[in-house]
């Protein structure tokens, strides 16, 4: 399985990026997503998760700013991000599990891309 994460740049605060994940397998398969970001010298912490039946799941730094959402038309997972500050600044990966049977799940990692926020 391959991901590819795109959308990240430099914005200035307060400005908007939608990140997109591409996976190369069927969004259908995929029971639970997640995006991640990890700033310089800091841990990876998880950023927003949706399930495979559209629950949301969101870290309070980032609710009421970030969507994510599933679409199966594109087969993408992505992360709209709005009113965006410095410290959203780190590379966000994104993370899907894929089910390929009633007991059977791997875990996989896109190559990350980078969200700079600033003046």
């Known amino acids: 399985v391959q991901l590819q994460a795109s959308g990240g740049g430099l914005v200035q605060p307060g400005g908007s990026l939608r990140l997109s994940c591409a996976a190369s397998v069927s969004i259908r398969s995929i029971s639970f997503a997640a995006w991640y970001r990890q700033a310089p010298g800091k841990q990876r912490d998880l950023v927003a998760s949706i399930t495979v039946g559209g629950i949301t799941n969101y870290a309070d730094f980032v609710k009421g700013r970030f969507t994510i959402s599933r679409d199966n038309t594109k087969n993408t997972i992505d992360l709209q991000m709005s009113s965006l500050r410095p410290e959203d600044t780190a590379v966000y990966y994104c993370?899907?599990?894929?089910?390929?049977?009633?007991?059977?799940?791997?875990?996989?990692w896109g190559q990350g891309t980078q969200v700079t926020v600033s003046s």
């Open positions: 993370n899907v599990e894929v089910t390929y049977g009633p007991t059977w799940f791997e875990n996989y």
